[in-house]
């Protein structure tokens, strides 16, 4: 038996007449047991089949569907019954509005949460899915967040740390592409699941672990506030209160500012240039003894 001999007899156990579809769509269908109809040929990375046809590139399942059973009205769309989104069989199609698509949609989206399948289809979208709910994140974050997302975290029990599963950057946090750009892990999922990062604030990790994205452990402060949290060198200097010799440090405030100064170093600092300057400069010394005399008379006079 030959190929094509083979490939009538699957369509005429699908139970559906083949006639009105060309061959260059029907060599490319595989009947399943199911009875899905997989497109076999392109696909986009959500699973839908992709085919050029008259010069512009269509979805399959919406072509098949206009050549077997009807034109599609502008606004509706084809709602997948079987959920296999490589699948083409028009009695698998229901013809809805956008509207009741998305309500769909988001139904099985839900029941996928709440009961995983076993099994996972040849699509990214699928995987990414079942990626997401087994991430234990709480359901209502992986509602909100987008699979994509989703899928990259896994939620540490010991710590409940939320840890970036994808691309880190040299430091060790997060990157994802978001709103067309690269950006941190930590930043963006804090802006889709609390509100967004006001101006001139950045994401203190209060556990510490750079790689973790979980809101609750993440906090917005000023740069100045979060360096000085951090285990830097600057945040070490902060933090000192006395001199490398052991003095006590004094704050005095300078144009608005505080600043942190040692005033025993600084006093025996400038006693120390004073004996050097008077034991080499002449004319120093002269100018400053004649200074001291002018001293002693006007206390003298007064």
């Not at 994205?213 to 949290?229: C, K, S, W, Y």
Request: net charge positive.
């Amino acid at each position: 038996m030959n190929d094509a001999t083979a490939r009538a007899r699957e369509l005429r156990a699908a139970g559906v007449s083949f006639s009105r579809l060309p061959a260059v769509l029907a060599d490319r269908i595989r009947v399943c047991a199911s009875g899905c109809w997989e497109w076999q040929g392109g696909r986009n990375q959500l699973g839908y089949g992709r085919v050029e046809w008259a010069g512009r590139r269509l979805y399959v399942h919406r072509l098949v569907f206009s050549l077997l059973d009807r034109p599609i009205p502008d606004g509706w769309v084809l709602d997948h019954l079987c959920r296999n989104r490589p699948c083409c069989n028009p009695a698998h199609l229901d013809l809805v509005t956008r509207t009741e698509n998305s309500l769909r949609a988001v139904q099985v989206a839900r029941e996928r949460i709440a009961a995983p399948a076993s099994e996972t289809p040849d699509y990214r979208g699928r995987t990414g899915e079942l990626a997401a709910a087994t991430s234990g994140l709480p359901k209502a974050a992986i509602k909100v967040l987008s699979w994509r997302i989703a899928a990259k975290i896994r939620v540490n029990p010991a710590s409940g740390c939320w840890e970036w599963q994808g691309k880190k950057n040299n430091a060790g946090y997060g990157r994802v592409m978001h709103d067309g750009r690269l950006q941190q892990a930590h930043r963006v999922v804090w802006s889709i699941l609390r509100k967004p990062i006001p101006d001139g604030l950045v994401l203190d990790h209060l556990c510490r672990n750079t790689v973790c994205v979980n809101p609750d452990h993440l906090e917005p402060v000023t740069q100045q506030e979060n360096t000085l949290r951090g285990e830097t060198i600057a945040a070490a200097n902060a933090a000192r209160t006395v001199c490398g010799k052991g003095h006590e440090y004094t704050v005095r405030i300078v144009k608005g500012k505080a600043w942190r100064e040692c005033v025993t170093c600084r006093n025996e600092g400038a006693r120390k240039r004073f004996k050097e300057r008077y034991a080499t400069d002449s004319e120093f010394a002269d100018r400053k003894r004649r200074e001291a005399r002018e001293r002693a008379r006007r206390k003298r006079a007064g």
